[in-house]
T-cell receptor
Framework: GAGVSQTPSNKVTEKGKYVELRCDPI?????LYWYRQSLGQGPEFLIY????????DSGLPNDRFFAVRPEGSVSTLKIQRTERGDSAVYLC????????????FGSGTRLTVV | AQKVTQAQTEISVVEKEDVTLDCVYE???????LFWYKQPPSGELVFLIR??????QNEISGRYSWNFQKSTSSFNFTITASQVVDSAVYFC?????????????FGDGTTLTVKP
């Protein structure tokens, strides 16, 4: 597609439920990133994919968070047993396979855990 | 560990004033990349510019200019003759130049308000 697409744009869920957030990157971008942004803060790194594999998942806060990218394109961020502290905007970005390239971000998914 | 500090939380200027957004970074890498992103009220982060650690040449693009100084670990961003449409949150970011170092470290942003 022309840009990075994230769905849903908003998600409200009850504490303890499971959620999936989807990211469709720019066609041909091999690198895909998930970040989390809380109010008044900069994006916080979660995980980075190079192709189908997770090259760096050091930012995932705990084992309730998991992400996949099975065909090297669309990625899904999965959160189990959601907690109120998981509420944030989850941002996906993609870039060409060079470390000096800037990211193209999606519009984000605003997750609210009630 | 890498760190990016944007000491200015909020800046308010009147249209046509010049404004400089400060960014100070910390890294032990000899090769790294610095970025500026803009997040307008609509929410989507937009990439503005990148700078390599081995290129200290400053850059001007229209009303925007960037001043990179390795000696002070700073990468400041100046908007000349500001406009209301420049109102946004601006983020500075740092990425390692090591192989497979994909992640970037972001500052907490500076909220710029340009009043008419």
């Amino acid at each position: 597609g022309a840009g990075v697409s994230q769905t849903p744009s908003n998600k409200v869920t009850e504490k303890g439920k499971y959620v999936e957030l989807r990211c469709d990157p720019i066609s041909g971008h091999t690198a895909l990133y998930w970040y989390r942004q809380s109010l008044g803060q900069g994006p916080e790194f979660l995980i980075y994919f190079q192709g189908t594999g997770a090259a760096d998942d050091s930012g995932l806060p705990n084992d309730r968070f998991f992400a996949v990218r099975p065909e090297g394109s669309v990625s899904t961020l999965k959160i189990q047993r959601t907690e109120r502290g998981d509420s944030a905007v989850y941002l996906c970005a993609s870039s060409a396979n060079r470390e000096d390239y800037g990211y193209t971000f999606g519009s984000g998914t605003r997750l609210t855990v009630v | 560990a890498q760190k990016v500090t944007q000491a200015q939380t909020e800046i308010s200027v009147v249209e046509k004033e010049d404004v400089t957004l400060d960014c100070v970074y910390e890294t032990r890498d000899t090769t790294y990349y610095l970025f500026w992103y803009k997040q307008p009220p609509s929410g989507e982060l937009v990439f503005l510019i990148r700078r390599n650690s081995f290129d200290e040449q400053n850059e001007i693009s229209g009303r925007y200019s960037w001043n990179f100084q390795k000696s002070t670990s700073s990468f400041n961003f100046t908007i000349t003759a500001s406009q209301v449409v420049d109102s946004a949150v601006y983020f500075c970011a740092l990425r390692s130049g090591n192989t497979n170092a994909g992640k970037s470290t972001f500052g907490d942003g500076t909220t710029l308000t340009v009043k008419p």
